[in-house]
C-alpha cells in the first residue's frame, strides 16, 4: 500500500519520519505489539512456553526501521565493529560458514591425530533478556552520538504488548527488557550486544556465532591442556555474560569430543556455572547433526525420515490418473523435500559414499511420483525425463556454488584459506582421511579444469545508505518499439540528437558474446579500444566492462563534456537503481562518474539500440567480435554460477550421450525441459510410453514371472515393438498416422502424435500400460 501512494502521500510520510528523527519524538501506537501464540510441534499445549510468539507491529515503524537499520549496518560494516567469526544477518553470510569452520576444524583435527573438543552454549531468553542500557553503552563506545543513539533509546523504551487468541485481546503488559519480538531492528542491535562475546577468547580456542548459536572449541594431543584452555573460555565467557546480562543453560549446552582414535580415552570434565557439561555422541547444531567421528551418519538418516514423511505431500497430490500436473509437482518437490536435502550438503556432503546414497531412494521415489513413471523405470532415464540431476552431481554444483562465494568476499574468515605445507605432505600421505571443504573443492576444480578461474571480488565500500545516486541517462528513443520501427527512423532520430548535443565528444560502448568468446569494445573518436575477457563471462559483464573502461579511460583526459552511448538498456537501468546485490562493477563505475564530476567533467549517458545502422555502435560490435588482446582474468561471481551449472548440464549431457542402449535416449538424446499434458492419466501414460517400462512390458520384472512375447512375431515384447514394428497392428497405423513406418520420436517424441492414445485404445494397450 505504502509504495502505491501518491508521490505527495509518500513525501508527507517522509516528513513525518524526519519530525520523528529530529525531534527525538517516537509514536506511542509503534511502542505496541499483538503476539500470536503458535503451538510448537509435540509441545504441551497448557504450558505457555510451549508456544511461539510472533509479534505484529506496525508497518510504517518497520519502514523507518529499515532506514534507520541499513544506516547502522554500513556504519558497523565499513569500521569492523563487528567480529569476522559472527555471521548472523549480514551481507553475504549465513549458518553454512559457521558449520563450515566447524567440520574444517575437525576434519584438520582428524588428519594430525588430535583430540578437538566443541562446546555448544543455549542462551536462555536471548532476545527477551538482552540488556537495552548495555546497547546503548556499546552504541556509545562505538563512537556514534546524535539522532540515531536517542531514536534507538526511545525505540526500545516503555515497549507495551497485548496477546492474541481467536478474536480475543489480553490486557496490555510491559516489556521491561530485551528487545522488541517481531522488530528489523532488534536483530541488528542484539548482535551489537552479543559481539563482544567472541573477545573473550583465548588465542588457543576457537569460536563462531550466529545469532545466539554459539559454539567454542579447541584442537590438540593432551587432553588435560585442552580441559584447561576450554575451561579459561568457559569462565571468560561466564563473566562476560553475567555482566551483560546473558543467561546460560546449564541444561542445554553440551559438548562433543570429536576424536578418531581408537584407544580409550576419557572426555573432559568441563563446568558452566558450576555445573558439569554433559558430552554427547552427537549433537544437532545449525539444523546438521554433528556425530564424534564425523560421519554424518546420523544426519542423513535424519533427514531421509524427514523427506520420506514429506514424500505424502506428492502422494496426496497426485496418482497416476489424477491429480497436478508433472510442472507443477517438480516445483513442490524442489520447494518443500529437494530444498531440505541441499541445505548444507557442501558440509555433510563429505560423508562417505555408502552413508550419502541413502538419499537417493528419496530422490527416485520423488521423481516417479512427479512423472508417474512405472517402478521399474531406469534412475537415468528418471533424471534426464525429469531433467534433474543426480543428488551427488547436484551436492558438487552447490558446494563450487559456496566456494566461489567465498572467495568472492575478502571479509569472509576463510577468504584466503590455505593448508600449511606440512598439512598438504599429510593429507596426501593418509589417502583414508576425508580432507577438509577447501581440499575436496580443488580437488573438482582440478577434475572440471576450473582451477584457472579467478573470481572478481566483490567491493567491501558501497554508496552510503544516505547518499543519494544522481546517475540519469538519456533515451531518445524511449516511444518507438523497436519491432515496429524502421531503422532509418532511429538513424534519423540520432542525427536529431547529435545535432543537440554536437558539443559533446561521443563515445560507443559495446559488448559481445558467442560460444567461445566474451569481449568488449570502446570507440572514441581517435582510439578504439577492444578486449577479450573470460569465455564464462555473461554478456552484461561484458557490456559494463566497456562502460567502465570508457569511464577510465576518459579520467586519464583533460576535463571536457562527453557522451557515452550504450546499447545496453539493463547497464544503465543497474547504474540507476543500484540494486544491494548488483554487479560488481556497479559501484566501481557510479565511483568514477563522481569523481570525473568533481573534477568538473561532464558526463552523459544515451541509449542507443543495436544493429539498426548507426555508425558508431556498428564500428563498436565489429571491434569487439574481433577484439583478441585479454583484459581481464577475472569472472564476477555469478557469472561463475551460471559457468558452473552450463557445465554440469554439459558433462550429465556426455554421460547421457553414451547411454545408447536406453529406451528413452532414442527419443529424447538431449538433456532439457519437455512440457507435459494438463491431463495427468495422459502425461503419464505418454511418460512411460518414452521411457519404455508399462506394466504390461515391465511387470514381471517385480513378480519374477518370464517376460510376455509377441505371440504374432515369438518375440520380447516392447513399447518400441507394439508402436512400430509388429505387423500385426499394420492396418490401425496406417488408419490412425497414414502410414505403417512410423517411428518413436514421431509417435511420442516432442510434440507427440495427436492420434497415437486412439491408436492405444483401438489395439488394446491402452488400459495396459
Known sequence: MIQNLTSVSQANLLRLYNRIWNEHYFPTLWQQAVIIPLLKAGK????????????????????????????????????????????????DRSTLDNLLALETDIRLAFLQRKHLVAIFFDIEKAYDRTWRYGILKDLHDFNLRGNLPIFIQNFLKLRRFQVRVGSELSDFFIQEE????????????????????????????KGFLYVDDLYVSCAGEDMSVI???????????????????????????????????????????????????????????????????????PHIKTLRKRCER?????????????????????????????????????IYGSARKSVLQKLDPVHHTALRLCSGAFRTSPIQSLYVYCCEPALDVRR????????????SNSLHPYHNFQLRPSLLRLQNARKTFIPPFFSRMQA?????????????????????????????????????????????????????????????????????????????????????????????????????????????EILNRSPGSYVVYVDSLSVLQSLKSMQPHSHPLIFTILDIYDKLCARGFTILFCWIPAHVGIDGNEQADMAAKMASTLFNTTVPV????????????????????????????????????????????????????????????????????????????????????????????????????????????????????????????????????
Open 227 to 297: 580441559q584447561c584452555q576450554v575451561q579459561t573460555a568457559i569462565n571468560n565467557i561466564q563473566n562476560w555474560s553475567v555482566k551483560n546480562g546473558f543467561t546460560f543453560s546449564t541444561t542445554k549446552t553440551a559438548g562433543v569430543h570429536f576424536c578418531r582414535k581408537r584407544k580409550l580415552h576419557l572426555d573432559p570434565e568441563i563446568q558452566l556455572d558450576g555445573h558439569k557439561i554433559p558430552f554427547v555422541n552427537e549433537i544437532r547444531f545449525l539444523g546438521i547433526v554433528f556425530d564424534k567421528k564425523l560421519t554424518f551418519l
Open 178 to 205: 530485551g528487545v522488541p519480538q517481531g522488530s528489523v531492528l532488534s536483530v541488528t542491535l542484539f548482535s551489537i550486544k552479543i559481539n563482544g562475546i567472541l573477545n573473550q577468547l583465548p588465542f588457543t580456542v
Open 444 to 552: 573438482i576444480l582440478v577434475e572440471l579444469n576450473l582451477n584457472h578461474i579467478s573470481v572478481t571480488p566483490q567491493p567491501t565500500n558501497t554508496f552510503p545508505p544516505w547518499k543519494v545516486n544522481r546517475f540519469y541517462y538519456l533515451n531518445p528513443f524511449e516511444n518507438f518499439s523497436k519491432p515496429d520501427t524502421a531503422d532509418t527512423i532511429y538513424q534519423k532520430l540520432f542525427s536529431e540528437h547529435r545535432s543537440h548535443y554536437h558539443s559533446f565528444t561521443p563515445v560507443y560502448t559495446d559488448g559481445s558474446k558467442s560460444t567461445n568468446q566474451t569481449s568488449f569494445a570502446v570507440i572514441f573518436p581517435n582510439n578504439i579500444y577492444c578486449f577479450k575477457l573470460h569465455p564464462s563471462c555473461s554478456i552484461f559483464t561484458a557490456e559494463i566492462t566497456a562502460v567502465e573502461t570508457a569511464l577510465k
Open 44 to 91: 504441551d499445549p497448557t504450558n505457555p512456553s510451549s508456544y511461539r510468539p510472533i509479534a505484529l507491529t506496525s508497518c510504517l515503524c518497520k519502514l523507518l526501521e529499515k532506514m534507520i537499520n541499513r544506516r547502522l549496518v554500513y556504519f558497523l560494516e565499513t569500521n569492523n565493529f563487528l567480529h569476522r567469526c559472527q555471521s548472523g544477518f549480514r551481507k
Open 396 to 407: 558438487q554444483m552447490l558446494s563450487l556454488h559456496y566456494f566461489f562465494r567465498i572467495a
Open 638 to 769: 555469478n557469472d561463475i554460477k551460471k559457468f558452473v551449472k552450463n557445465l554440469c548440464h554439459s558433462n550429465w549431457q556426455s554421460q547421457w550421450n553414451n547411454e545408447m542402449q536406453n529406451k528413452l535416449h532414442a527419443i529424447k538424446p538431449t538433456v532439457q525441459d519437455w512440457k507435459s499434458f494438463n491431463n495427468r492419466k495422459r502425461d503419464t501414460l505418454l511418460t512411460r510410453l518414452r521411457i519404455g517400462h508399462t506394466r504390461f512390458t515391465h511387470r514381471h520384472l517385480l513378480l519374477g514371472e518370464v517376460p510376455p512375447t509377441c505371440p504374432n512375431c515369438d518375440c520380447t515384447t516392447s513399447v518400441s515393438h507394439i508402436l512400430i514394428e509388429c505387423p500385426l497392428f499394420n492396418l490401425q497405423r496406417q488408419h490412425f498416422f497414414q502410414t505403417t513406418s512410423v517411428t518413436l520420436p514421431a509417435l511420442v517424441g516432442f510434440t507427440p502424435h495427436n492420434q497415437v492414445f486412439s491408436f492405444l485404445k483401438s489395439i488394446g494397450f491402452y488400459p495396459l500400460i
Open 310 to 346: 514429506a514424500l505424502n505431500i506428492l502422494r496426496v497430490l497426485s496418482s497416476t490418473s489424477w491429480g497436478a500436473d508433472q510442472p507443477s509437482m517438480m516445483r513442490i518437490y524442489r520447494s518443500t523435500i529437494l530444498s531440505k536435502m541441499d541445505y548444507g550438503c557442501m
